[in-house]
């Protein structure tokens, strides 16, 4: 009888959401989950298909999995499954293979996890993905911070992207069902509760609801948490929820915008649904009713067409925003998306040229927005790892806090007064309570 499983999300934050769901099917069915580096008698991977690279990595894993344990059952799920099954049935030892409706429906498809010598595959046509699958962190993942699922699905076009095939129609979590889910969170007793999905944004439009009022109700509930919205969209990132957001004391002061290109050129070609001057004017505002709220930039380079002028565009109007990091992606080609098709391939080492300047770009952006902490007050969630003696957290504005262990504030708000930032990018700095009544001065 098989006992262990050992699971392994590749891709977003949703996926982490819907494997700790998928997690905590498993302890309800008796079995231990343990670390991925450890033999299992299952191993679930749920993949993404972003990139090339992430389809790379899953086939890397699956194999080192099978070299630990070559009786193992490998189940493969998430959005590279749901849009190549048959290229992942090819690879050796694959026992289970799930799309994006079934993915949930793992014990009902099987719960003995015997060996197969071919790949069994239940995976829905994307016209048929329209249910709203629950998924939230749970006891399978030990998180201090709930990933919460209440989107799933896009209805945008963009050229470059197979997320919409992978996934389906945008929908939404039903509100009755996600302050039900929000509450036991809470009780759970997670602190930091982060709100994912595919486009988080469009929450409620199929359904006569919005983000904003949604968020409303959330921190109307009883108890010590904090919101993060894991990303939105700059079109959907409404005054409404900037304001909510710079004034609420129970909302993270930190906002991750996907910006894409800051040339408008290639921003057309993607079917972008903004213009660079909107997305200037709303980083503007942003920083205006808060010049300490923390902004992420996702930026892809190296799209089809982009000349070294684009790239400089892009360059240039990202330095002089007032932003705290990027998340920086290097172009893949994806089949079935209509970029393939475009003129003007980058070549590979030019792409990630152009990678590597904005990864050092972001690093003195990033350098920049904690060194303007220093002698600020900030409230930081610590974790409960404790690494060669050092605990980290994440502050509300998203500056990442490095600490001695201390058993007494893992998950716990503290305020620490920012002093210096290390060697290693890490803010640092003086205990000075917990839960704004403990005093904990910290010599």
Do not use: W
């Not at 098989?2 to 949703?14: D, E, I, S």
């Not at 499954?81 to 799930?98: F, S, T």
């Not at 509760?193 to 959330?218: A, F, P, Q, W």
């Not at 969209?233 to 005054?239: A, Q, R, V, W």
């Amino acid at each position: 009888m098989a006992n262990k499983v050992a699971l392994q999300t590749l891709g977003c934050k949703l996926n982490f959401s819907e494997t700790s769901t998928i997690g905590n099917q498993f302890i309800n069915s008796g079995f231990e989950v343990v670390n991925f580096d450890q033999d299992a008698d299952v191993y679930v991977f749920n993949t993404c298909s972003v990139t090339e690279n992430a389809e790379k990595e899953c086939r890397q894993l699956v194999r080192r999995a099978l070299r630990k344990n070559p009786n193992a059952f490998v189940v493969v799920t998430g959005c590279y499954a749901q849009l190549r099954p048959d290229e992942i049935a090819k690879i050796e030892g694959v026992d289970l293979i799930l799309g994006s409706n079934e993915k949930f429906n793992l014990f009902s498809i099987t719960d003995k996890f015997e060996k197969k010598d071919v790949a069994c595959v239940f995976v829905s046509p994307t016209m048929a993905i329209n249910e709203f699958g629950n998924a939230h962190s749970t006891d399978a993942d030990e998180r201090t911070r709930a990933y919460f699922k209440i989107q799933d699905g896009c209805d945008y076009k963009c050229t470059f992207c197979t997320i919409p095939l992978a996934r389906g129609k945008s929908r939404s979590m039903k509100p009755e069902d996600l302050i039900h889910e929000f509450e036991n969170l809470v009780d759970t007793g997670y602190k930091e509760i982060i709100l994912t999905g595919v486009n988080v944004g469009d929450y409620g439009s199929s359904i006569e609801t919005n983000l904003h009022d949604m968020l409303v109700k959330m921190v109307n509930i009883r108890g010590e948490f904090r919101i993060r919205i894991s990303s939105i969209e700059p079109n959907l990132l409404t005054d409404d929820i900037i304001k909510f957001t710079v004034d609420n004391e129970k909302m993270c002061k930190h906002f991750h915008i996907p910006l894409q290109s800051g040339s408008q050129k290639i921003l057309k070609l993607m079917q972008r649904r903004y213009k660079v001057i909107d997305y200037e004017k709303l980083i503007t505002k942003i920083n205006s009713q808060n010049p300490d709220l923390g902004i992420g930039v996702d930026v892809i380079v190296g799209f089809p067409g982009e000349t070294e002028l684009d790239f400089l565009d892009t360059y240039n109007f990202l330095k002089d925003l007032p932003i705290s990091y990027l998340h920086v992606f290097t172009y893949s080609e994806r089949p079935m998306t209509k970029a393939i098709e475009f003129p003007g391939s980058v070549d590979i080492i030019e792409r990630r040229r152009r990678n590597n300047m904005l990864r050092v770009l972001s690093d003195k952006k990033k350098n920049d927005f904690y060194n303007k902490m220093i002698n600020k007050d900030l409230d930081v969630l610590f974790e409960s790892e404790n690494t060669d003696g050092t605990m980290k957290g994440f502050s509300s504005n998203y500056v990442r806090f490095t600490n001695s262990f201390e058993g007494l504030l893992v998950n716990q708000f503290t305020k620490v007064n920012v002093e210096k930032v290390n060697t290693l990018g890490l803010a640092e700095g003086r205990i000075k309570g917990i839960h704004k009544s403990i005093e904990l001065i910290a010599s």
